[in-house]
């Protein structure tokens, strides 16, 4: 075996882009945490089905949502049954007993779940997203540093050409 593949310090995440727009999504937080989730899925995906369970759904979540018509929000508890109709499921609320609660049902009902700020939970996470037209990079650092995954990221789109989507139909067509 390879030394790579022994190393339990090697980021072992597979890479992966989904297309959200046949997936359904929940997402379990209308405050901040919950509007940056919301935000990076419809920046990256717009036409995903997404519900958004919350006690409370700050004024941000909501106007953003009013620009959607593929998004509930339901101002409510989050209950069991929430997770059914839901391919993948992100809890982004601040109680980590909680968050590990909504975690245990999800993970019972064999759903993929992202728990906000705890990579211990979490079957995936969503990195740093680099976007150029038709160029997408993700950047992970396996939990490790936000602050170097962001300075990549602003580094990539200093770096890679506005134009880079000619030269992508350019590399099709040869």
């Keep these: 075996m390879s030394q790579a593949y022994n190393d339990k310090e090697t980021n072992r995440l597979f890479p992966v882009f989904l297309k959200l727009e046949n997936l359904s ?3 379990v937080g209308g405050g901040k945490i919950g509007l940056e989730k919301l935000s990076a899925i419809l920046s990256n995906s717009p036409e995903t089905n997404i519900k958004v369970v919350s006690i409370t759904i700050s004024e941000e979540v909501r106007k953003l949502a009013a620009n959607y018509p593929n998004i509930e929000l ?3 508890a989050f209950f069991p049954l929430d997770v059914d109709n839901s391919d993948v499921v992100i ?21 993929l779940v992202n728990v906000a700020d705890k990579p211990e ?6 990195g740093s997203i680099v976007q150029k037209g038709n ?11 936000p602050t170097i995954a962001k300075r990549l990221k602003d580094l990539f789109n200093e770096l890679l050409p506005e134009e880079i989507d000619e030269l992508l139909d350019n590399m099709q067509e040869i």
């Design 74 to 76: 339901r101002e409510r």
């Design 25 to 27: 999504v929940l997402i």
């Design 91 to 111: 809890i982004a609320i601040d109680d980590k007993k909680e968050s590990k609660r909504i975690r245990d049902i999800v993970k019972e009902k064999k759903k």
């Design 135 to 145: 160029l997408k990079i993700g950047i992970s650092t396996n939990g490790k540093s």
């Design 121 to 126: 939970l979490c079957d995936f996470y969503m």
